[in-house]
């Protein structure tokens, strides 16, 4: 059966601008496809060189960041052995220092420091302690050469701790921990910050009342604790009227540091998350720390007398992980019992092969 040439030319002609307007999508649909495909690539390539910047930013709200530090060397090879330096005793928080000279055969090795956690002050009545500040960390991936000789030292927390800590007797910042030696230069990081007005700074809320700092429906005592009350006002601050949420955030303390053959990633340190209700509900929480994020984030609500403090230290089995800060605690009117917590310790590792 043949078709009419009229009716076929008709057809032919409908179809023509139909055909060369499908080419003319798909040419472009390609020029798009190839336009992503470079944006993406220039992404991948902004990922690649900013990482340390990534890590750095990241935050406490994004550890899943982290995994952009370097963990092996760029050969891909596993470190055969390594060691770390940090206090081995129950209570987790004084310092260690060593030398270390790299053996005969080694390459190449990879120094991690935490600086130490900070401690908190006992409250007075009435009042909470959040958890102190974390320490920062670093890392860095260099060649090293046999007889090479490095200093090695983790920062103490606080080694001449108050057991009766009441007040600020306790609320100290963490030392810093650090690496000397061949092809590293001013390699270091903070220990965690333990100010609560300090804090109050970092979270940009400030404000003076009767000589004192609003904060979350009270006021700061002796830089040690949030005097807080559900019925009256705190000293110098108002009542608890409202609900308050202050999320994770990174510190201002921060790490150092250069290498000659390799890059420093770092994490700066950081702050808990704190929440406080009308209820008389007060609930923190510790952020992750670098290496240890499974077991170093940690709730505690604090609505029961003296739960917190020494009562959660490390040496009862508490936060067993190098830099965090010292545990939360809350305090009702007339107690005098309990202390305050600690810090823990800095440490450093070295992996090499």
Same mark, same amino acid.
């Given at each position: 059966?043949?078709?009419?040439?009229? $009716?076929?030319?008709?057809?032919?002609?409908?179809?023509?601008p139909?055909?060369?307007?499908?080419?003319?999508?798909?040419?472009?649909?390609?020029?798009?496809?190839?336009?992503?495909?470079?944006?993406?690539?220039?992404?991948?390539?902004?990922?690649?060189?900013?990482?340390?910047?990534?890590?750095?930013?990241?935050?406490?709200?994004?550890?899943?960041?982290?995994?952009?530090?370097?963990?092996?060397?760029?050969?891909?090879?596993?470190?055969?052995?390594?060691?770390?330096?940090?206090?081995?005793?129950?209570?987790? $928080?004084?310092?260690?220092?060593?030398?270390?000279?790299?053996?005969?055969?080694?390459?190449?090795?990879?120094?991690q420091?935490?600086?130490a956690?900070?401690?908190?002050?006992?409250?007075?009545?009435?009042?909470?302690?959040?958890?102190g500040?974390t320490?920062?960390?670093?890392?860095?991936?260099?060649?090293?050469?046999?007889?090479?000789? @490095?200093?090695?030292?983790?920062?103490?927390?606080?080694?001449? @701790?108050a057991?009766?800590?009441?007040?600020?007797?306790?609320?100290?910042?963490?030392?810093?921990?650090? !690496?000397?030696?061949?092809?590293?230069?001013?390699?270091?990081?903070?220990?965690?910050?333990?100010?609560?007005?300090?804090?109050?700074?970092?979270?940009?809320?400030?404000?003076a009342?009767?000589?004192?700092?609003?904060?979350?429906?009270?006021?700061?005592?002796?830089?040690?604790?949030?005097?807080?009350?559900?019925?009256?006002?705190?000293?110098?601050?108002?009542?608890?009227? @409202?609900?308050?949420?202050?999320?994770?955030?990174?510190?201002c303390?921060?790490?150092?540091?250069?290498?000659?053959?390799?890059t420093?990633?770092?994490?700066?340190?950081?702050?808990?998350?704190?929440?406080?209700?009308?209820?008389?509900?007060?609930?923190?929480?510790?952020?992750?720390?670098?290496?240890?994020?499974?077991?170093?984030?940690?709730?505690?609500?604090?609505?029961?007398?003296?739960?917190?403090?020494?009562? $959660?230290?490390?040496?009862?089995?508490?936060?067993?992980?190098?830099?965090?800060?010292?545990?939360?605690?809350? $305090?009702?009117?007339?107690? !005098?019992?309990?202390?305050?917590?600690?810090?823990r310790?800095?440490?450093?590792?070295?992996?090499?092969?």
């Open positions: 059966m043949s078709i009419d040439v009229l $009716r076929y030319n008709a057809l032919n002609a409908i179809n023509k139909i055909v060369a307007n499908l080419v003319g999508n798909i040419n472009t649909l390609n020029e798009d496809i190839a336009t992503q495909n470079g944006l993406c690539l220039s992404a991948q390539d902004d990922i690649i060189n900013n990482k340390p910047l990534l890590a750095n930013h990241a935050g406490p709200n994004q550890a899943n960041l982290w995994c952009v530090i370097p963990e092996l060397p760029a050969t891909g090879d596993s470190w055969v052995n390594g060691f770390k330096v940090c206090d081995t005793s129950a209570d987790f $928080r004084c310092g260690a220092n060593c030398t270390w000279t790299v053996p005969t055969g080694v390459t190449c090795a990879r120094f420091i935490w600086g956690g900070a401690g908190r002050g006992f409250g007075c009545c009435c009042a909470f302690v959040p958890f500040g320490g920062s960390y670093a890392s860095v991936i260099i060649p090293v050469t046999a007889d090479d000789t @490095y200093t090695l030292c983790a920062g103490c927390a606080f080694c001449c @701790y057991v009766a800590g009441m007040n600020n007797v306790n609320g100290q910042p963490g030392c810093q921990s650090f !690496v000397t030696g061949t092809n590293l230069s001013n390699f270091c990081a903070d220990g965690g910050e333990s100010s609560l007005f300090c804090e109050l700074q970092t979270r940009c809320v400030s404000g009342i009767a000589g004192a700092c609003v904060f979350l429906g009270g006021c700061i005592c002796s830089n040690a604790s949030v005097c807080w009350s559900v019925t009256t006002p705190g000293v110098g601050g108002p009542a608890c009227c @409202y609900d308050n949420m202050f999320p994770m955030i990174s510190s303390k921060t790490y150092f540091g250069s290498a000659t053959g390799g420093v990633y770092g994490i700066r340190g950081s702050f808990g998350s704190i929440a406080v209700n009308c209820n008389g509900s007060i609930c923190v929480q510790h952020p992750p720390i670098y290496g240890f994020a499974s077991t170093s984030c940690c709730v505690a609500q604090l609505t029961t007398n003296t739960v917190g403090g020494c009562c $959660r230290s490390a040496s009862a089995g508490f936060l067993l992980v190098p830099g965090a800060g010292a545990w939360a605690q809350f $305090r009702c009117a007339g107690n !005098v019992s309990g202390a305050s917590d600690a810090g310790m800095g440490m450093v590792c070295v992996s090499f092969l």
